[in-house]
């Protein structure tokens, strides 16, 4: 077990997961500059404010999931999962909570100089993202208790983390193709991170009246969706360079190494990964979101 219990409940090792979009988003703005030459030059300090926003964010949404969960004694003896600071008393519910809302104030107050740049998209993306951090496992209506866990990860670590990083370098128009299609492609990989997580919950949520996708359609249809969602982010990922003017055929090979790099993994999640085996898939898929973030983005620099 983890001596250190902030450690524990920060979870750091989801923390290069959360960072991927906004590397991507940034590379994917810097050739867009390169390409438009336009007035706007890349901004290293709004790129490094970007991604100390996104990890802040990250690790408030960990801090709230360890203390509602804590609370509300989801987690308790029976958890497959790494174990949580505040069930097993290594933190009171007091301080977590003291530790979740100090880092959702930082990161406001960092995202307050990204709002002045962006202006009314940043404000609106900005906001959102604080109050669904919140609301994911917060509130009287907690997303993630309801099937509604994959599709805000979606949302949220895809689409809207990719776009609103390229807008803020390039102040360009809404919307932007690439940007939302690269952004889809990651938020397959962040929905399937989800479903990962509530595949290995999924007794001791049921047990306990929690509403996951996993729990929903059962363990055998969701191993598949799981694994469809990771196929078609790099379906789409490959989609998109074929369809570049710069395309060559070493760059797709490139693209598909992480793939096949954790293949053994996604043939075990399959066929028979369970329990807490499925802390390892986990963990792989966090790692693959990394990987499959930095290939890309050196890919799209060299296009």
Same mark, same amino acid.
């Given at each position: 077990m983890n001596n250190n219990p902030w450690k524990m409940a920060i979870r750091p090792k989801t923390l290069p997961a959360g960072a991927g979009p906004v590397i991507l988003g940034l590379a994917l703005s810097y050739k867009y500059l390169i390409e438009a030459s336009q007035q706007y030059t890349f901004?290293?300090?709004? #790129?490094?404010?970007?991604?100390?926003?996104?990890?802040?964010l990250q690790v408030s949404s960990n801090l709230i +999931?360890?203390?509602?969960?804590?609370?509300?004694?989801?987690?308790?003896?029976k958890r497959l999962g790494p174990p949580r600071a505040t069930s097993l008393g290594l933190l009171s519910s007091?301080?977590?909570? +003291?530790?979740?809302?100090?880092?959702?104030?930082?990161?406001?107050?960092?995202?307050?100089?990204?709002?002045?740049?962006?202006?009314?998209?940043? $404000?609106? $993306?900005g906001l959102s993202s604080l109050f669904f951090s919140w609301a994911?496992?917060?509130?009287? *209506?907690?997303?993630?208790y309801f099937g509604l866990g994959?599709? *805000?990860? *979606?949302i949220f670590f895809g689409p809207v983390a990719v776009w609103g990083t390229w807008f803020l370098q390039t102040q360009g128009v809404f919307p932007h193709g690439p940007a939302l299609l690269w952004g889809s492609s990651l938020g397959l990989l962040s929905a399937a991170l989800m479903g990962v997580n509530n595949l290995?919950?999924?007794?001791?949520?049921?047990?306990?009246?929690?509403?996951?996708?996993?729990?929903?359609?059962?363990?055998?249809?969701? =191993?598949k969706l799981i694994f469809l969602m990771i196929l078609a982010s790099q379906i789409l990922a490959q989609s998109i360079l074929w369809k570049s003017e710069s395309f060559h055929s070493f760059y797709a090979l490139v693209g598909l190494t992480p793939l096949f790099i954790f293949s053994?993994? &996604? &043939?075990?999640?399959? =066929?028979?990964?369970?329990?807490?085996? @499925? +802390?390892?898939? @986990? #963990?792989?898929?966090?790692?693959? $979101? *990394?990987?499959?973030?930095?290939?890309?983005?050196?890919?799209?620099?060299?296009?």
């Open positions: 901004s290293i300090p709004v #790129a490094l404010t970007t991604l100390l926003c996104a990890i802040l +999931n360890d203390y509602y969960d804590g609370v509300k004694g989801l987690d308790d003896e007091h301080k977590v909570r +003291n530790g979740f809302l100090l880092t959702l104030l930082v990161s406001f107050l960092l995202g307050l100089y990204l709002m002045i740049i962006g202006g009314v998209p940043i $404000i609106i $993306i994911y496992t917060g509130g009287p *209506f907690p997303l993630s994959e599709l *805000f990860a *979606f290995r919950d999924r007794y001791g949520d049921q047990e306990k009246g929690k509403h996951t996708l996993a729990t929903i359609l059962g363990g055998r249809a969701m =191993r053994k993994v &996604w &043939w075990g999640l399959l =066929r028979y990964t369970e329990g807490r085996e @499925l +802390n390892h898939v @986990l #963990a792989t898929v966090g790692k693959y $979101i *990394f990987l499959y973030s930095i290939t890309y983005s050196l890919i799209l620099l060299l296009l």
